[in-house]
Structure formats: structure tokens, C-alpha cells
């Protein structure tokens, strides 16, 4: 191809790439032909300057190039924040889920068939890039051939854009995330200086004396399940089977909304906000938590007399965290003694979840004990299930020998939305299922509170929804219950109506209702 032909193709090529890459959205929703058209002003000014016959053109076009690179792969990680958490994404806060979304990719699809994707990609941004670098040079070949005529070309073409009602969008963008940075630096600043304030008097936990007290997070247990579709019929129908099984067997129920500090993943968060009474709405958050002195509700238990336990299957390596939890013992996926094959992802079933944590946290006598463990079996990628068995069969679990199970391979149910959406569903009726029959069998006296960690992803649970998820506090004397504040629903299915709660009242909430002299609120209805 000769210079003639091939020098305005690479400017009619640099111009294309610049009216997708400079406005290129942040949002899944605006990848429509509108938000391109018309272009923004910046194209205009950018083929203005290159065309202009001024030495110094080669550096402002790599400078150029490398901005662009550096916003687009921002704007694409806040893309994919959107998809899985509803937020942008934050360098200050969110660096850490590199790692964690190749653990989940990795063991969804494979490590081979991730590192070839993610190999893929890369390789498309830097191709991308590459030829917008060889397009920008036509355009300043094509000024040096012809500069009067090529610079009166590109204003005239600024004029019309701007005629258009056609506005930047660069110095938006910059100024959007700066402000986005600079917000998250002051909010971190503030949270500390939250930690060293706690007007909570030392509890005694008096209603509670001689009680196990357990914490049961559902893994994306969300509201989404109980009200949108497709999940609601399936939803609702497992929360009224669970509420009679549990009421033939002695129990009573209240329910109720909490808005969860993340979704989509991040579970940490929803257990540091729950346990310390503050909203961990971030890694940095967390991580000053776990630094402070501010003691969680598990070392408040621990000072009235209850010896804590966690139960964390997911936990496979050291868990340094761990330490300003304050528990007594902590069962990790080793320490829970499973004998069973995984199921992808998740370490172990919540069935055997719940039997190890009667036989290693419950047995044996001593103070009661309080309990904060994670269900997982409800984690993507919701496949494959295990068949629920008779209690007296789980054992050390290697009843789970890989014939008991049931669903497609996380490739096949990731292939399309409506899969995902009925594995997630299949999921969660597993695991309410399961939660229900444990604690008809083994609740005994115990209080039990069970709640979502977080709703799931958008893509799951849609992009309309809140961040709440059910809570339900369940005990064999309902007199325990009277004692919760404010207005709850009898029963398993939480009303449409009730406020939702944040995650960080559950601490002060059963430190102050169930010690000497109550919450000073009594229950308003139901």
C-alpha cells in the first residue's frame, strides 16, 4: 500500500479509535451507539494539536496514548466493579481483588483455562494500544504533508463538534477519579478516628447466661432471593418449610432486613462490620480494624464467661486476622477434619459444616460457647451441590466421595445468565434447607442468629436491588426474642415494609438486649 492511500486509512484509523476509547463507559448499560454519537469535544482538540506543524509531536503522542491506556484499563476495572459489586473501583482499596478474583476464576473455569483468557486480554488492550500509537502517526504524517490545509481540516471539524453540544469528557473523568481517591483518603481518616470511640458499656449478657450463643453467615444470602425473580417462589417457599419444620420442633423466629457493607463478594466485610459494630465498607477499613484495639463482639462474649469459636471452612492458609476477632479456637478448613472431595470452590458442604461444629465447638461440656462460623456451599460458582444425607451418615464427611452430588460443571452453568441464575438459586435453597434441619436437631437452648453475608453480583441479583439481606434470630424461648428492639416479623419470611437494619448494629444490639437492663426498646410489632 502506498504512503498516498495508507497515511489517511491510519488517520481515519486513529480518529475511530479515539471516538470509542475516549468516552469509552464505565457502566454496563451504556454500551449503546447514543453514548458514542455524537463524539466528544476532546477527539477534536486532540487531532487539532497533532496536526499542528510543531516539533515535539512524537512524545505528546506517546504521552497521549499512555494516558488514554492507563484511564481505559481504569474504566474497565470500574466495569467490572459495577458487574460484581455495584461500586467503581478504587486503587486505594480494591487492589487486593486482583488476587481474588484469579482464586475464583482459577477455580471455576480452571488455572489453564484463566491464564489463557487473562493472556487473551492482555494481549487485546496492548494490540489495541499498539495501533492506536501507528494511527496517531498518520495523522502527523498526513500534517506534514499538507499542514495549512490538514489544521483548517481539524478545526473546522472542532467548530462542528463543539456547534453539536459535543463536551469533553477527559477532564471529567480525572477529575472524577481524583475526587473518587480523595474521598476515600478522608474516609479512612475518619473511620479511625470511629475506632478509638465505643460508648458501649461492658455487657453481661445476662438473658443469655448458660446459653450457646452461634453465628451463622449464609454465604450471598441476599434479598434479591426472597423478592426478585426468578428466585421468589423458590425463595419463599424454602423460608415457609423451614418456619414450620422449626416450629414442629419448638422454636420461635423473628426476621428482619440488614444492609450488608459489600456485595457480591468480600465477606470479611460483612463479618468485620457485623462483629465490630462499625461500617467496614473497605479493605482499608478492615485492615485498620483488625490493627485497633476496639474490642469485636466475640471478645465481648469472651469477657462475660463464653469460650468463642470460629468456623471458617473457606480458611486454607494463615489467617493473621484472626487475632483481633478474638477467638478461643479457630476450625479452618484443616482443623474441621473433612474427609470428603471439595465441591469446586467450596472446601466442604454446609451440612458437614454444621455436624463438625456440634462434635468440635459444642461437645464436651465447659461454658457455653459463642460461635461465629461461615456457611459456603451458597459461594459461586453454585455448582456442583451435594445431596443432603442423614446426620447420623456425614461423619468426617467422606460420605461426600464425589457420587453425592449433583449439577453441571462451573464452565457449563457460566456459559449464560440464566444458568447462573438457576444455580444460584439451587444454591441457597440447599443451604436455608440445611440451616432449618441443624437447627430443629441441635439448637437445642442455643440462640441462633443466621444472616447474609451480602447479596450476590448484579448479574444475579439485578442492579435495582439494596444491599440488605434477611436476619432471623431463632430461639426456643420466645421471651429471648421479646427483647430485640424495634419492629421484627414473626417467622422465617421477613415483611417488605421493615426498615433494614445496618450490619453494625448486630454487635450493640445483642451486647445491650440481652445484658442487665435490656435495649430500652421493646418490641413494636411483628
Known sequence: MTARISTPLRAALAVLLLAVLLPLPSRPEAYRLSHFVPP?????????????????????RAALVAALAALSLWRLADLGMVVAFRRGFNPVLDLHLVASGWTLAAGTFGAAAAGAALAAAILAFGAVFAALHWALGGLTRLARGAPAATAAAAG??????????????????????AGRLQAALADERDF????????????????????????????????????????????RARLAAAEARLAA?????????????????????????????????????YDALVASGRPSLNRLFARAGWR??????????????????????VLDRDRLGYRGRPFDWVTMPDQYTLAALDRLARAGGGPPVMVEAALISSHAPWTPLPEILPW???????AFDGRRRSGATPAEVWS????????????????????????????????????????????????????????????RDARLLDRL????????????????????????????????????????GG
Do not use: K, N
Open 416 to 475: 449464560a445468565p440464566d444458568t447462573i441464575r438457576a444455580a444460584y438459586s439451587r444454591a441457597l435453597d440447599y443451604a436455608v434447607e440445611v440451616v432449618a434441619q441443624w437447627v430443629a436437631r441441635s439448637a437445642g437452648d442455643a440462640l441462633v442468629v443466621v444472616l447474609g453475608d451480602h447479596q450476590p453480583a448484579p448479574l444475579v441479583a439485578g442492579t435495582s436491588v439494596s444491599a440488605a439481606v434477611p436476619i432471623h434470630v431463632i430461639a
Open 308 to 329: 468463642t469459636v470460629a468456623v471458617m471452612p473457606a480458611i486454607t492458609r494463615a489467617w493473621p486476622e484472626a487475632a483481633w476477632f478474638g477467638y478461643d479456637v
Open 249 to 285: 420442633a419448638g422454636f420461635a423466629v423473628r426476621s428482619g432486613w440488614m444492609r450488608a457493607p459489600t456485595r457480591g463478594g468480600q465477606s470479611w466485610l460483612s463479618h468485620g462490620t457485623a462483629m465490630s459494630g462499625l461500617w467496614t465498607a473497605g479493605q482499608a477499613r
Open 485 to 524: 428492639p424495634g419492629r421484627w416479623s414473626d417467622g422465617m419470611l421477613p415483611e417488605a415494609d421493615l426498615a433494614e437494619r445496618s450490619m453494625a448494629d448486630l454487635r450493640g444490639m445483642l451486647a445491650t438486649c440481652f445484658s442487665t437492663g435490656g435495649c430500652g426498646a421493646a418490641r413494636t
Open 156 to 177: 473546522a471539524a472542532a467548530l462542528l463538534l463543539l456547534a453539536a453540544g459535543s463536551a469533553p469528557v477527559l477532564p471529567q473523568a480525572v477529575a472524577e477519579r
Open 392 to 398: 447420623e451418615a456425614v461423619g468426617d464427611g467422606a
Open 40 to 60: 466528544p469535544a476532546d477527539l477534536a482538540v486532540i487531532v487539532l494539536v497533532l496536526c499542528l506543524p510543531v516539533r515535539g509531536t512524537a512524545w505528546l
Open 192 to 235: 479511625a478516628r470511629d475506632l478509638s470511640r465505643d460508648g458501649l458499656p461492658p455487657p453481661d449478657f445476662a438473658a443469655l447466661a448458660g446459653r450457646d450463643v452461634i453465628v451463622l453467615f449464609v454465604e450471598s444470602y441476599g434479598r434479591a432471593w426472597l423478592e426478585a425473580e426468578p428466585y421468589a417462589r423458590t425463595g
